[in-house]
């Protein structure tokens, strides 16, 4: 599993989760992006793994990485939405 709340969803269920890759809080955004490399280990766990991304609406820390990034770079479909977040998983 992969999330914007990657520690929270591990202390619940006691299984690896992966944090969603972000940028760093460095200026300027231009040049803020994740590594090629973290995205194509990303997109591997969700193709090969059978991963999905678990998204939280309300990211209450700072860093946290919104849903509007991944879901504009990857080709993911909503496989569950609730209030609180919404499941991902690729679709291809």
Known sequence: M????YDALFLQTG?????IPSRPTS???AQT????SEWKEL???????GGVI?????PTRRGMVDEERPTS????????SAKEG???????
Do not use: K
């Open 2 to 5: 992969i999330s914007n709340g």
């Open 15 to 19: 299984r690896e989760v992966r944090p």
């Open 27 to 29: 200026e300027p955004p």
């Open 33 to 36: 992006t994740a590594s090629i």
């Open 43 to 49: 997109l591997d766990l969700l193709r090969f793994q």
């Open 54 to 58: 678990a998204f939280f609406h309300d």
């Open 73 to 80: 770079a990857l080709p993911l479909c909503a496989s569950l």
């Open 86 to 92: 919404t499941l991902y998983r690729l679709c291809e």
